[in-house]
């Protein structure tokens, strides 16, 4: 089985990223990490080895 990557997505609207999270999670084995702003992100990216990040 492959291992699951982690994604972060930032966005300010929580209804996009509940939708971007679901439509990742469903069709690939990632971890999705959400914040609702840069700064936000910020922290989650010093505290995580993230595989992407979707803005």
């Known amino acids: 089985m492959t291992p699951s990557k982690y994604i972060l997505v930032i966005d300010d609207e929580p ?7 679901v439509s990742l999670e469903c069709t ?15 922290a989650i990216a010093q505290n995580h080895h993230l595989d992407a990040i979707l803005l």
């Open 15 to 21: 209804d996009i990223r509940e939708i971007v999270q």
């Open 28 to 42: 690939r084995p990632w971890h999705v990490l959400d914040a609702e702003s840069a700064a936000a992100g910020l």
